[in-house]
């Protein structure tokens, strides 16, 4: 009876302990996006070509690779998904993204951080595109 109720407990304690660990590293990183600001990118200050850009940012990392043609963003590629990702909300905010060409658009509802996540790629790559001259 004894050796059932250890058991019993040392699978409980387990549990929790696994648990735990995946709220933490769940949680981790979520403060980061509280001091990101997107900021609009002047397009027609974007030479035509092909661009990649990466966050880093824990299970929020990605990288993607953005084509502008004529000062418009004319595909987005994800070459390295967010870990978790929803596809078809990742999707839903790439094509909304592509038709109103602005990296202010509204997040999807229920991945307001991977779109987050995904804009500050997108940002990064625009970017590496503007002529200094």
Known sequence: MKKLVLILFGTIGLALLIGSGGVFYLSRNLDDFEDKI???I?????EDGTYQGNYEGGRFSNSVEIEVENNEIISITIIETVRFERSELTQAFIDRLLSEQTLLVDTEAGATLTSTAYL???ENALEKGINNE
């Open 38 to 40: 997107i900021t609009e």
């Open 120 to 122: 500050l790629s997108i």
């Open 42 to 46: 002047d397009l027609s200050l974007v």
